[in-house]
């Protein structure tokens, strides 16, 4: 066991070491005599680093867009409770906490499609949840955020919470 796993240790600094002096702009013959092996395993190394680059460097940018989207949503959110602070008419307050319950569901949905938060039993029907969400009072919809942010794991002094229900 121990010799596959120092297989193992030894090809990964082979291919490292490789792919090293390829971008140092060595070509493939002189790496090959270099480090004493064929052509064909200089080539199969820098081709598996080339890959394993691009897989990091996609799922880099992957995280950082999710990580774009949630930060706009939550701003959505926080101008949504300013919003709602802002005003007395009950139309509105209901239309507004309405925004925000369905902008944490669309938290909640990217969260679990991307495997961050563990995906509830029973998929959603989502023209369903839009319909009784629209059909909901204001303390409903209050309470389905209250429901929300606990399901998103959010206390007081998280920035979901920052608006204050009246």
Known sequence: MSKDIDSILEKSKRRRKVYAMYVQGYSQAEIAEKEEIHRNTVSKDIKFMKEEAKKLTTEDAVKERLDGTIRELDYIVERAW???????????????INLIVRVKREIVDILQSTGIMPKAAAKMDLSAEVKRIGQMTESELEGELILLNKELGVDEQDPFSRGKMN
């Open 82 to 96: 300013q919003d709602y602070n802002g005003t007395e008419v009950k139309s509105v307050r209901v239309q507004i």
